[in-house]
Antibody, heavy 121, light 110 residues
């Protein structure tokens, strides 16, 4: 069975940093485009970042560009999200999601349970 | 401001059918496949429909998807109280070069 398990969430002060981890099982992480998607309290889904299956290409939402960094560890089958210069509007549940991208297709077929990140003083 | 527009809420009686719309443009729905996600309160989203009208294994055929031009529709027949959830459409936006979501539609089964 495919499973994604996030960890590393918590309370952080504005301007601080946090690193989220996503442990994948049931599949090989670097065979898929892996993503972070967040959901602010009471709001909808917002794509944050993608690490392509090649492992060397990344993309970011404009709202986090320059502050967040996505990476993966093939040996541990883990995905990471380094978040720096955190702001109040970064407060959200962060989901790790496996992406399926072929031609005109881009969808998320498996999701983790989410990690809550709260940015507050 | 989302590039995909969904109604904030829809409602219908048990056993009835409901359609949830998702409107976009030629940059997204008009030229890329649409997916739909179901999310119950306090839980992670779950893939319901992919490539406009395909259902992952385990999703009942009460759920269907369609796409026409720059709009897509999620249909749910034989509504059950257990279908009460938030539903999101998603696709790729070729102009923005990012995946995008609608703001979500809350389904109430009266």
């Amino acid at each position: 069975d495919v499973q994604l398990l996030e960890s590393g969430g918590g309370l952080v002060q504005p301007g601080g940093s946090l690193r989220l981890s996503c442990a994948a099982s049931g599949f090989t992480l670097n065979s898929y485009a892996m993503n972070w998607v967040r959901q602010a309290p009471g709001k909808g889904l917002e794509w944050v970042s993608t690490l392509k299956s090649s492992g060397d290409k990344t993309s970011y939402a404009d709202s986090v560009k320059g502050r967040y960094s996505i990476s993966g560890d093939k040996s541990k089958n883990k995905l990471f999200l380094q978040m720096n210069s955190l702001r109040g509007d970064d407060t959200a549940i962060y989901y790790c999601a496996r992406g399926r991208t072929v031609g005109a297709t881009f969808y998320f077929d498996s999701w983790g349970q989410g990690a809550l990140v709260t940015v507050s003083s | 401001q989302s590039v995909l527009t969904q109604p904030p809420s829809v409602s219908a009686a048990p056993g009835q059918k409901v359609n949830i719309s998702c409107s976009g443009s030629s940059s997204n729905i008009g030229n890329n496949y649409v997916s739909w996600y179901q999310q119950f309160p306090g839980t992670a989203p779950k893939l319901l429909i992919f490539q406009n009208n395909k259902r992952p294994s385990g999703i009942p055929d009460r759920f269907s998807g369609s796409q026409s031009g720059t709009s897509a529709t999620l249909g749910i027949t034989g509504l059950q109280t257990g279908d009460e959830a938030d539903y999101y459409c998603g696709t790729w936006d070729s102009t923005l070069s990012v995946p995008v979501f609608g703001r979500g539609t809350q389904l109430t089964v009266l």
